[in-house]
């Protein structure tokens, strides 16, 4: 039995072959490996294009023509290509993933065709019931023509011609359209997409009588001056991505088979918006929406161009990332941060232009990349307390680039550090902070820190002791009020004298009053895990001007409560004048200082009980 079984189990198994379900595969076809059914005709142009490069290869002056013909739901592709014979219908036609033009070495398969996966026809099944070939070998011109033809069901049929069916070699494709697929074969469709797809083919497509190719490229093209040159690529642009660019930068990359141009956005966008560049392979368009093609920090440019050097995906509709394309993103992102440098050095009226849209894609890579930022120092604008600065300029004149990191902070303190002569570069906009710190590593000697509440204080005149002793009253009133708002406050001299008051505060003071209202709100458990996260951070302080009279004149008052209700007034005035966000909390003490100096103001005398 044993014996038996073992002989059974190493018996030899007869081999099967997969069976594959056409109709399923169209489907897959239509729904997930292509985004449009318009990819037929790419495929269509693809064919004959390869047929005609394996043709010339073997006879050069082989004529090198491709015709479309449009017409009540049917289309005839001809093309003056290799052709096949009938064992090559057999071989490659009727065979799924079976290609001619694949081989084995990389560079032979990059010797110039266009297709290589094997599933060109099936394509058309996305949009045509039904495909018929009739082709005749130039290799074999011996051999008769043939005639393929497949439906959408699986099956197909061959049969060979006689000869004054095809008399010259080459391939006519006829397709009749699906029901309601009529629209994709219609002329004005046939002709709007064989013009999107094959304008750079190197030979000669028409649609009827009608030339779709357009060579040279417009890049490629001579003109008279550059003026002209700008002129026309400028058109060219709007023409092709509807917008009309500030500035067009040339892509030249010999070694990697690239020639193209990319055109720089006339409006801001964001950087985490993916850019979308039009990429043609050896003359097909092969996406309109290549997202990796540039680096991440390129977002203000759009690119056209065409490559021999780039792999395709399966679907022919976005390129493989592998070690090739990197190399080549890397090589645009120089032409591009080259053309930003000769902007620098020789045009500083288009930099300017440029700039004033685009900073933020410079300042992007100005940070990784020391010499961008060391040529691009004396151009790229920041917000600071003189104005509207390069950090070339600012540096110049303050001994110490101070800055802070958010746009909150910058507002608290800008007009009181202006008036004291402190400098003050507002790092709160995208990459502004990382800038600022790179600032030493570009200019030597260059001092920059972080603007706290403590330094501003630090720069705020004190007080006469005295005077600051006469008005303890005041200010113990004063502290208690705002005590419970984790706020304390000091009395300085300060301009201008038109602010009566300052709120002063850094991240590590929020988040303490963050994690301390968090507690207080929390269960057992919580507070006690948030109390164990109490830190030692500063706390606010409101700073009140002595020199503003407003502030002189609540500090001669003797009622506490009264005290109390100014300084909660001051206290959100400051809030309001930082334009920072106000928590519930801060709301509730405007509404009820409001309150409270109205009924003040508004209280008077009584005859019946004699009170003020």
Not at 4 to 23: C, E, G, K, Y
Not at 159 to 169: G, M, N, S
Not at 174 to 195: C, D, H, I
Not at 247 to 273: C, H, K, W
């Amino acid at each position: 039995m044993d014996s038996q079984t073992s002989q059974s189990s190493q018996a030899p198994q007869s081999p099967h072959s997969f069976q594959v379900d056409l109709r399923g595969l169209v489907d897959l076809l239509s729904h997930h490996l292509y985004s449009s059914p318009k990819v037929y005709l790419r495929e269509l142009l693809q064919n004959a294009v390869d047929a005609i490069t394996a043709r010339r290869a073997e006879q050069p002056g082989a004529p090198a023509t491709v015709r479309l013909y449009a017409d009540g739901g049917a289309l005839r592709v001809e093309d003056s290509g290799v052709g096949l014979t009938e064992s090559d219908v057999h071989d490659l036609l009727a065979t799924i993933g079976r290609s001619s033009k694949r081989a084995d070495g990389l560079q032979e398969a990059r010797s110039g065709f266009l297709g290589q996966f094997g599933i060109g026809l099936l394509a058309c099944f996305v949009v045509a019931e039904r495909i018929r070939v009739v082709s005749r070998s130039a290799r074999t011109p011996q051999a008769p023509p043939v005639e393929w033809t497949a439906t959408d069901d699986g099956s197909y049929a061959v049969r060979t011609l006689p000869q004054e069916a095809r008399p010259e070699p080459g391939t006519t494709v006829y397709l009749v359209a699906r029901p309601g697929a009529e629209e994709w074969l219609t002329e004005a469709r046939v002709r709007a997409l064989a013009r999107d797809f094959g304008a750079l083919l190197p030979y000669d497509v028409r649609v009827g009588e009608e030339a779709v190719t357009e060579l040279p490229a417009p890049w490629d093209r001579p003109y008279p001056s550059p003026t002209a040159r700008r002129v026309a690529l400028a058109r060219h642009c709007h023409e092709l991505f509807g917008f009309t660019p500030l500035d067009s930068v040339e892509l030249n990359v010999p070694l990697a088979g690239i020639r193209g141009v990319a055109y720089v956005l006339p409006t801001a966008v964001s950087p985490a918006q993916r850019a979308s560049h039009r990429v043609h392979l050896k003359g097909m368009l092969l996406t309109e929406r290549a997202e990796q093609l540039l680096p991440d920090w390129a977002f203000f440019v759009r690119c056209v161009l065409d490559t021999d050097s780039l792999r395709p995906t399966a679907s022919r509709e976005s390129l493989y990332e592998d070690e090739t394309l990197a190399a080549v993103r890397d090589a645009l992102g120089e032409r591009i941060r080259g053309w930003l440098t000769g902007l620098a050095a020789g045009d500083p009226e288009r930099l300017g232009a440029f700039l004033a849209v685009h900073h933020l894609g410079v300042k992007s890579l100005a940070r990784h990349d020391k010499e961008m930022l060391r040529t691009m120092l004396p151009w790229l604008p920041f917000e600071t307390t003189d104005g509207r600065l390069s950090l070339e300029e600012f540096a110049a004149r303050h001994p110490v680039v101070h800055f802070t990191r958010t746009v909150e902070e910058f507002r608290q303190v800008a007009p009181i550090a202006s008036a004291q002569g402190v400098g003050v570069v507002n790092g709160g906009y995208t990459y502004d902070t990382e800038l600022v710190e790179a600032l030493p590593s570009v200019r030597p000697g260059t001092v920059v820190a972080e603007l706290d509440a403590d330094t501003v204080t630090a720069h705020l005149d004190a007080v006469d002791p005295a005077e600051e002793l006469a008005l303890s009253g005041f200010l113990s009133a004063a502290r208690a009020k705002l005590d419970p708002l984790g706020c304390d406050v000091v009395l300085r001299a300060f301009h201008p004298l038109s602010v009566p008051a300052l709120h002063l505060d850094d991240r590590a003071a929020r988040h303490e009053h963050a994690r301390a209202e968090a507690e207080e709100k929390a269960d057992d458990l919580w507070a006690g895990i948030l109390g164990s996260l109490r830190g030692s951070a500063p706390r606010a302080r409101l700073v009140l001007n002595h020199l503003n009279p407003l502030v002189r004149r609540i500090g001669s008052l003797g009622d506490r409560e009264l005290i109390g209700t100014a300084t909660e007034s001051l206290y959100g005035q400051a809030l309001l004048m930082a334009q920072r966000p106000l928590r519930p909390a801060d709301s509730a003490l405007l509404n009820r200082a409001f309150i409270g100096l109205l009924e003040w103001a508004t209280h008077t005398d009584s005859p019946e009980d004699g009170s003020r």
